[in-house]
């Protein structure tokens, strides 16, 4: 069984920036499937970053170049860089994780990006 627990949501001005955790057990980071997706309200679940076993990353067009997600095999974990953050990107960010045809789901993480 994986588990996915996220952290680093919070209240942040246009522009600013913010980094997303996801702290994997169950499984060896470095062997998933990882990505982030964001819901915002009245909008269906969206596909942010992905980082497959292979470190390929795939970003949705909308945060090229300003987001970026990375691995750290050594804590077990993935990241979500996120700058320039707009008040679009407010949404509940979650961690997603795929392995041996099994969907796993973090609980998830509000980003408010607000002045």
């Known amino acids: 069984q994986v588990q996915l627990v996220e952290s680093g949501g919070g209240l942040v001005q246009p522009g600013g920036s913010l980094t997303l955790s996801c702290a994997a057990s169950g499984a060896i980071a470095r062997t998933l499937d990882m990505a982030w997706f964001r819901q915002a309200p009245g909008k269906e679940r969206e596909l942010v970053a992905s980082i497959a076993r292979s470190d390929n990353t795939n970003y949705a067009d909308s945060v090229k170049g300003r987001f970026f997600i990375s691995r750290d095999n050594a804590k077990n974990a993935v990241y979500l860089q996120m700058n320039s953050l707009k008040p679009d990107d407010t949404a509940v960010y979650y961690c997603?994780?795929?392995?041996?045809?099994?969907?796993?789901w973090g609980q998830g993480t509000q980003v408010t990006v607000s002045s």
């Open positions: 997603y994780a795929f392995i041996l045809g099994t969907n796993y």
